[in-house]
């Protein structure tokens, strides 16, 4: 050890020493930093990531032992034979390569530790053949202790510095194997130039000028420089290229694609943070969900360009309200998500107030003005929720009751409140799967001719039993269904179980529309659809709508109903005598039939004003030749007015109330009907059994 180091001071300059030392260390780590790089790639990659590194290494090591060895003193005039002093070169290059491939290729265990000390034979072979290339005056001798010594020490340690560096890839881990690196090349070669005697044959100063030794070692160092940098150049472009890769991966991974905000995951990891902050600081936060309202018209209507636009018009409106204190997210098709900071109540609602007029505002897109509605629901942390989810479901209940209040459109959770908006959403769940499990029934009421009791069709209604909660009126849940966007699955399963139960049968049926349907981008389409699959024969088809489905969007509803007519389906106008513009709506379309409005029935017995209300409509249909029917009717009395007054057809508990079509089924069986005159013979059965059944029920 004291021969290395009197070596070291007494026989080499110490300024090329620490260049060569410079050398040593950028290259060792550019070595490293390029190996752990093709360790992560695979395939051609990781091959060219390992070749760079062989090219950094054979540059780096062999330019560490040259200007090395221009620092050595020996005594007497040298050079060096260009032939090896290339292939030493190639021998540092060609020798790294082979143990990288190994090293960082080659998947196994031990593979790193194999590889390095290749690498480290490859160093060995490389110094000894550049010292072949050293030409020099006098005889030379080698101690074998100080040589084998060196080869051991550089294919060992450069073993231990691959191997640290597969197994670390921490900033110590990276050092320790930069330093054992060098230590390897370091080790080798001054333990090597220990083992070096030579005997002088020759004093003469005049063969070697110490200057030009001096300029040919910084050459090298600057050509290794080069060389490096250039390698290590490539390295930090594609590292800048995969941060900003990964940079954007991670923007795309995080934020919504058509409207540029945060999405669904960058929601939750934000609310995540919010609630841990939240709860170490003693702060409060408050969530807001806002759901657009009337946004599926304009999807439906105006198309999904126009909807992807509006989203992105509101979605910039956010951005330019935000001070900077809000997190807003697009968590779903027409849903955002805001987190706002809480420091007092009323300025947070007005807050939200202000940030809902903006959203509200008309915009336009193309020559069209358009906009929107805006529902919010708001809950807060930590006084309503502690929990995550806890405050996501309040939130939604909330946001859930601002879109059925008709005056306030910003609602705060409330524990009372939302009970009854929690069953209700319990309830639209459990309709939904009863939908797909055909836990639905189909009733039918008859429908008969008032003069001769001749049955003419009969009126499909829905029923629903609940498995817990008994039987739910129509009145419930069709509403619900409207709410919660059910109501189209719902009409399409009751006009294809309608038409699927008739059809055998040849008998007529009408099934009412919801105004909600004719939103349908293809409702005509839908009903022949259903006509084909069923065997239905059109005729046999009624279609009911109400007025309120003609006035939302006239021109559309009224092309939609000439499309479906033209199948051979027959039109009939409910509830009449309800709205606002029946007069209006019966110039607008020739319907097949008009049903007049319960309403009218309860006060027919003691109203002359209903009576006088009733003759109108019934000579209303007349002149326009479209057909009557009344339905409510409940008592003879009714039905002998209505006969009275001219009426032609009736429905009615008086006349039957809705039954399940194997009850109908074993009416028409029972009578065996062949003729017309027996129909009225039926109708009693009919009413019959409908009682025992109510009375069953009940």
Not at 159 to 174: D, M, T
Request: hydrophobic share 45%; net charge negative; aromatic share 8%.
């Amino acid at each position: 050890m004291i021969s290395v180091i009197n070596c070291i001071t007494d026989a080499h300059n110490l300024w090329l020493v620490l260049v060569a030392a410079f050398i040593c260390v950028s290259g060792s780590w550019s070595v490293i930093r390029l190996f752990r790089r093709g360790k992560a790639a695979s395939g051609g990659e990781a091959f060219g990531w390992q070749f760079l590194a062989a090219v950094a290494a054979g540059a780096s090591i062999w330019s560490t032992h040259f200007v090395a060895m221009l620092a050595y003193h020996p005594g007497t005039p040298v050079a060096f034979d260009p032939v090896l002093t290339v292939i030493s070169l190639l021998v540092a290059m060609v020798g790294s390569l082979a143990g990288l491939i190994v090293a960082g290729i080659i998947r196994t265990r031990w593979s790193p530790a194999i590889g390095g000390g290749m690498v480290g034979l490859a160093i060995a072979i490389m110094h000894y053949t550049g010292m072949r290339a050293y030409v020099i005056e006098g005889s030379i001798d080698w101690n074998s202790t100080y040589l084998i010594a060196s080869i051991m020490l550089a294919i060992s340690i450069t073993s231990i510095a691959f191997h640290v560096a597969n197994l670390y890839g921490s900033v110590r881990g990276k050092a320790a194997s930069v330093g054992f690196l060098t230590l390897a090349i370091v080790s080798l070669h001054f333990t090597g130039m220990t083992a070096l005697q030579i005997t002088p044959l020759s004093i003469s100063p005049g063969f070697t000028n110490p200057g030009e030794m001096q300029a040919m070692a910084l050459a090298i160092a600057l050509v290794c420089f080069i060389i490096v940098g250039s390698v290590l150049a490539s390295y930090l472009i594609d590292n800048q290229t995969r941060s900003r890769s990964m940079s954007q991966l991670r923007h795309m991974a995080l934020s919504d694609a058509l409207t540029g905000l945060a999405n669904r995951a960058s929601f939750n990891d934000h609310l995540d943070e919010s609630i841990e902050v939240a709860s170490k600081q003693g702060q409060k936060f408050a969530l807001a969900a806002i759901d657009l309202d009337r946004f599926k018209e304009i999807n439906d209507l105006r198309g999904h360009s126009a909807g992807d636009t509006t989203l992105q018009i509101l979605a910039q409106r956010m951005r330019d309200f935000d001070n900077g204190s809000l997190f807003v997210a697009r968590v779903g098709g027409d849903e955002f998500s805001v987190i706002l900071p809480l420091s007092d109540p009323l300025d947070m609602r007005n807050l939200l107030v202000r940030l809902r007029n903006e959203l509200i505002r008309p915009f336009t897109i193309g020559e069209e003005e358009l906009s929107v509605g805006a529902s919010i629901g708001v809950c807060v942390f930590p006084d309503d929720a502690t929990e995550k989810s806890a405050l996501i479901n309040y939130t939604d209940l909330a946001l859930y009751r601002a879109k059925t209040e008709i005056a306030d459109k910003i609602c705060f959770f409330d524990n009372v409140m939302d009970e009854n908006v929690r069953n209700k959403r319990e309830l639209a769940a459990d309709l939904r799967y009863a939908i797909e499990h055909n836990q639905l029934e189909v009733h039918y009421q008859v429908q008969a001719t008032i003069s001769d009791s001749v049955i003419t069709g009969y009126e499909a209604l829905l029923r629903w039993n609940h498995p817990l909660r008994g039987a739910i009126p129509p009145s419930e849940f069709i509403p619900l269904a409207e709410e919660n966007g059910i109501i189209l699955q719902l009409g399409e399963w009751v006009l294809r179980m309608a038409c699927k139960q008739c059809a055998p049968l040849g008998i007529k049926v009408a099934v009412n529309l919801s105004p909600i349907q004719f939103l349908h981008p293809n409702l005509p389409g839908l009903v022949e659809d259903i006509l084909a699959e069923t065997g239905m024969r059109a005729e046999n088809l009624e279609l009911e709508l109400t007025e309120s489905a003609i006035i939302h969007d006239k021109e559309r509803t009224l092309v939609q109903l000439q499309a479906i007519r033209k199948l051979g389906v027959t039109i009939a106008l409910d509830d009449f005598g309800t709205g606002y513009s029946s007069l209006d709506t019966l110039r607008a379309f020739p319907f097949d039939k008009i049903k007049l409005d319960r309403t009218f029935m309860n006060e027919l017995e003691t109203s002359d004003q209903a009576r006088s209300i009733i003759r109108a409509v019934l000579s209303l249909g007349r002149s326009l030749e479209i057909p009557v029917l009344a339905e409510g009717i409940e008592t003879s009395d009714q039905l002998a007015i209505l006969a009275e007054e001219g009426c032609q057809s009736a429905q009615g508990y008086f006349l039957g109330r809705p039954a399940p079509l194997s009850m109908i089924v074993s009416a028409i069986e029972v009578e065996n009907l062949e003729a017309p005159e027996k129909l009225a013979g039926m109708l009693n059965k009919l009413r019959d059994a409908d009682d025992s059944a109510e009375t069953a029920a009940a």
